[in-house]
């Protein structure tokens, strides 16, 4: 069975930078570079944001546009795990964020697979 | 980007009874790339639908979707205790991916 780990809640000061990291584990061997991973986002008593994604087989990378600048996504194929970076955070990035598996290799495909959730705040 | 705007905001419905809920996109989903998650307090959206029609591993028959295009629905044929949620939609035909607002299907 497929799991997807994530790091532990976060609080942080606004203008800081935020790093969560998500852990593939289960499946078959060489599953984690076989599909792509998006990170997804939620604030308090709001819907679904799509972040961006990775695409670990190639590891090419596509952002929202409007994080575009501020995030980055990398994997890590040897510990399976994917990391996304938020900079210059702000009060509006207090939310949960999800890692979630696509469906295939590419990150335009639904989502099978979620972590458990992040909880960042964002407070001074 | 392709907006998705779901309705109702909310549903009232008793055990038993049936749901459906819409999905509209802004823009003609390719591919019939469009799926359906339930998401509970507290905890991560679970895939129910993709490829609009498709019940994903483990999803009980009582949901089933349907559409193509730019209109969508998923429909819950007899509430069960445990459906009561809140439903987002997806569309992956083009990024970027993005989810509708959500409908609440909550207890009458």
């Known amino acids: 069975q497929v799991q997807l780990m994530q790091s532990g809640a976060e609080v942080k000061k606004p203008g800081s930078p935020l790093k969560v990291s998500c852990k593939a584990s289960g499946g078959t061997f060489g599953t984690f570079r076989n599909y792509a991973i998006s990170w997804v986002r939620q604030a308090p008593g709001q819907g679904l944001e799509w972040m961006g994604g990775?695409?670990?087989?190639?590891?090419?990378?596509n952002y929202a546009q409007k994080f575009q600048g501020r995030v980055t996504i990398n994997a890590d194929e040897s510990t399976s795990t994917v990391y996304i970076e938020l900079s210059s955070l702000r009060s509006e990035d207090t939310a949960v964020y999800y890692c979630a598996r696509a469906g295939g290799y590419h990150y335009l495909n639904s989502l099978d697979y979620w972590g458990q959730g992040t909880l960042v705040t964002v407070s001074s | 980007e392709n907006v998705l705007t779901q309705s109702p905001g909310t549903l009232s419905l008793s055990p038993g009874e049936r749901a459906t809920l819409s999905c509209r996109a802004s823009q003609s989903v390719s591919s019939s790339s469009l799926a359906w998650y339930q998401q509970k307090p507290g905890q991560a959206p679970r895939l129910l639908i993709y490829?609009?029609?498709n019940r994903a591993t483990g999803i009980p028959d009582r949901f089933s979707g349907r559409g193509s295009g730019t209109d969508f629905t998923l429909t819950v044929s007899r509430l069960e205790p445990e459906d009561f949620a809140v439903y987002y939609c997806q569309q992956y035909g083009s990024s970027p991916l993005t989810f509708g607002g959500g409908t609440i299907i909550e207890i009458k």
């Open positions: 990775i695409i670990p087989m190639f590891g090419t990378t």
């Open positions: 490829g609009a029609s």
